[in-house]
RNA sequence: GCGGUCAUAGCUCAGUUGGUUAGAGCACAAGAUUGUGAAUCUUGGGGUCGCGGGUUCGAGUCCCGUUGGCCGCCCCA
């Protein structure tokens, strides 16, 4: 038993578990790096007021956050938002539009872990700023779609549910609530997959009974699967705004049709996401047998930047997280087996074989070959064994004979060949290896 | 913050109504085997039985507490 434990809900990563998480970020980088965005990064730490500023106070509850040594609060980042909304802002007016920028980070929450939560876990956050229009969230649902396929998973594993808060509140303003009701009564449509009729409990409590029109209008509109069924409900609203908005509708989906992900996208005007921020689409994916936790949510919040980083500017980002990610790729058995074997094993005799080969070891790792080797001197059979069992592709061999010929002999671990080579010639063979084959 | 459940070697687990010095397989290491790979045999390292207390002549086993894991609730940026 160790001495020491890690703290709840942290993670060590041995050496397979840090190449299974490398993995999935080298093809995130490269898929955002496809896609245009740039990387960026920003502080683990934070003032503790960066995050009560964008979500109150009762935020705190669920942070890593202390006082420093020079009586700062401080708090370990719960999330990438509130600092890239700070890095942006502060160079709205000299970036390039529209910026699209990501970044895979480290995050930190004090909740209680549950399958796919812990207390520390990785997203990779994706973010346009600048631009006002759809186009934006064209290129985000797609990245974040790409994102996850690009592991082998299809539309048949997974899907990004579609909604939008701006239609939501056309649709109850239209029905006369004010704004505060409409918020209560969102709240209310984000629980009301996983609790029912309970769900509309808080909204009673502080504004009375809900009248049974407005709940059957409310019920009715959350159950819109498809853009046909959202142009029918709003058919009643008439409003003009509202038809505008479905224009909007209309060149997302034709956008991701177009790029040929339209399968991917499932109309969903029950998701609302709990972030009172969010100002227009929102959208989640899920997969498609729904037994996990979201993997992965975003949508546009055009007031944040103005709040956070003192320019106004629309935005529209999502995050991806690894823990739920990471289970539905176990699941679906696409977990990559990353090898970590050595291009090439030495077998070597005693000290002065040693020596002759430790130039050409050297020079091979110059050269950018993974190249291992017995750090004591043992028996030539288990050197074979270690040499077969390490995953190297060959084996060089520099007995006690081969030193004398001044020769090196090559061993092909997989089909069991060997050839010789002057001692001299060693590169250039496994140049000549590793390139053909 | 709340509830359920579990905890014996690196991993998977066994361990009788409470009874000698806590076991097996896998993995790791050494040897049989100082020039050629999947096998076999032998041997070894590795445990405060999660931790603390209690009952008892005696606790891995029973009781209480605690910590941690897993699952769920709250929350989920």
Redesign the pocket.
């Known amino acids: 038993?160790a001495m020491f434990?890690?703290?709840?809900?942290f993670r060590d990563f041995y050496p397979e578990d840090l190449a299974r998480r490398n993995h999935i970020f080298r093809i995130w980088r490269q898929t955002a790096s496809a896609f245009g965005f740039v990387e960026y990064d920003t502080p683990v730490l934070e003032p503790l007021d960066l995050?009560r500023a964008k979500?109150g106070d009762e935020?705190e509850a669920?942070?890593f956050s202390f006082l420093d040594k020079g009586k700062r609060e401080v708090a370990l980042r719960?999330?990438m938002?509130p600092s890239v909304c700070r890095l942006v802002g502060e160079r709205a007016g000299s970036l390039k539009r529209p910026i699209k920028w990501f970044s895979i980070a480290e995050f930190y929450?004090y909740?209680?872990?549950?399958?796919?939560?812990?207390r520390c876990f990785f997203q990779l956050n994706a973010d346009i700023f600048g631009e006002a229009g759809p186009e934006a969230e064209i290129e985000l649902i797609a990245l974040q779609i790409q994102c996850i396929r690009a592991f082998g998973l299809t539309d048949k594993d997974f899907c990004v549910r579609l909604s939008d808060r701006t239609l939501w509140f056309h649709f109850l303003g239209s029905l006369g609530l004010d704004e505060t009701r409409i918020r209560a009564l969102l709240g209310a449509v984000?629980?009301h997959e996983?609790?029912g009729d309970a769900a509309f409990k808080g909204y009673e409590e502080a504004f009375g009974p809900l009248d049974a029109g407005l709940k059957a209008g409310v019920l009715s509109f959350l159950s819109v699967r498809s853009f046909e069924a959202l142009e029918r409900a709003l058919g009643g609203a008439g409003a003009e705004a509202a038809k505008a908005r479905l224009d909007d509708w209309r060149k997302l989906l034709g956008g991701l049709e177009a790029m040929g992900l339209r399968d991917y996208v499932q109309v969903d005007l029950s998701v609302v996401?709990?972030?009172a921020y969010y100002t227009g689409f929102v959208f989640e994916a899920f997969d498609r047998k729904d037994e996990l936790?979201?993997l992965a949510?975003g949508g546009r919040y055009d007031d944040l930047v103005g709040k956070l980083g003192g320019s106004e500017l629309p935005a529209v980002g999502f995050?991806i997280g690894d823990m739920t990610f990471a289970l539905l790729l176990e699941e679906r058995g696409l977990t990559p087996v990353i090898s970590q074997a050595p291009d090439i094993y030495c077998v070597i005799?005693g000290a002065a074989e040693r020596r002759a080969a430790f130039a050409d070891i050297h020079g091979l790792r110059s050269m950018g070959y993974r190249v291992e080797y017995p750090m004591r001197e043992?028996?030539?059979?288990?050197q074979?064994?270690a040499?077969?069992?390490s995953g190297a592709r060959i084996?060089l061999?520099y007995?006690?004979?081969?030193?004398a010929k001044g020769i090196v002999?090559m061993?092909?671990?997989?089909d069991?060949t060997?050839r010789e080579f002057p001692a001299g010639g060693v590169t250039a063979a496994v140049r000549e290896f590793f390139g053909s084959g």
């Open positions: 038993m434990q890690t703290l709840p809900g995050y979500s935020i669920q942070l719960p999330e938002t929450r909740e209680r872990m549950q399958k796919g939560r812990g984000d629980k996983r609790n996401r709990g972030l936790r979201a949510g995050a005799g043992v028996a030539f059979g288990k074979f064994k040499a077969a069992d084996a061999i007995g006690g004979d081969e030193l002999k061993r092909d671990l997989g069991r060997e």
